[in-house]
């Protein structure tokens, strides 16, 4: 199954990400921490990429489409795959389902997680994430930070949701609720929500650290 997972950050795209992907026994894929890990290990790509993320702006369409292209021609992802955050532009939506149709394929389903902006907002500014033992701020995820990645994602990812709507691949999740709820919503929307009751408590525990 390939599905993608949109929302705003603060929404709870790592978290649900990396549980439905247990659930659905696809890997989940972030670019997010694709990028992180290439900040982390200073490679170009993350020297490239961290100018934008410490600013809040998306990386350029080239260097993420080139970067998931890769990803995805990995063996993992040959069953199907659940991409969190990605796309995150009309032009990586159009490309990503041009590159899929090449293939013979295409997504099975995008699932838009809800959430109203003051709720975003008290969730980004208490956040924190684990590095070396120690809870620290994310650096995106100081305050005037904050407020730019959400205009951002007004302006350049919300249409997706438009755009996937009108291709009949949308489903929208209410994503305000404990987590189990969340999980549950979602994996109806997808048709899979006995692979919850097959394995109760699997996947990994929730990391407030990842939209
Ligand atoms: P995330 O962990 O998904 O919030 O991503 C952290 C940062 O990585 C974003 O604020 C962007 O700078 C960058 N990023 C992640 N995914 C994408 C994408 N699909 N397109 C462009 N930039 C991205």
Do not use: C
Not at 21 to 27: D, E
Not at 161 to 182: M, N, P, Q, T
């Amino acid at each position: 199954m390939r599905v993608v997972l949109l929302g705003p950050p603060g929404a709870g795209k790592g978290t649900q990400a990396q549980i439905i992907a247990g659930h659905l026994g696809v890997p989940a894929i972030s670019t997010g921490d694709i990028f992180r890990a290439n900040v982390g290990g200073q490679t170009d790509l993350g020297r490239e990429a961290k100018v934008y993320m410490d600013a809040g702006d998306l990386v350029p369409d080239a260097i993420t489409v080139a970067m998931v292209t890769d990803r995805l021609a990995e063996p993992d992802a040959k069953a199907g795959y659940l991409l969190d955050g990605f796309p995150r532009t009309i032009a990586q939506g159009e490309k990503l389902r041009d590159n899929l149709a090449e293939a013979g394929q295409a997504l099975d389903r995008v699932l838009e997680l809800v959430v109203d902006e003051d709720e975003l907002v008290r969730r980004l500014s208490g956040r924190r994430m684990l590095v070396d033992g120690e809870w620290v701020v994310r650096g995106d995820d100081d305050p005037e930070t904050v407020r730019h990645r959400l205009e951002v994602y007004r302006e350049q990812t919300a249409p997706l949701s438009g755009f996937y709507e009108r291709a009949g691949l949308l489903s929208r999740i209410d994503a305000i609720g404990e987590i189990d709820e969340v999980t549950r919503r979602a994996l109806e929307a997808l048709g899979a929500a006995d692979a919850m009751d097959d394995d109760p408590g699997d996947g990994p525990a929730g990391d407030p650290a990842e939209d």
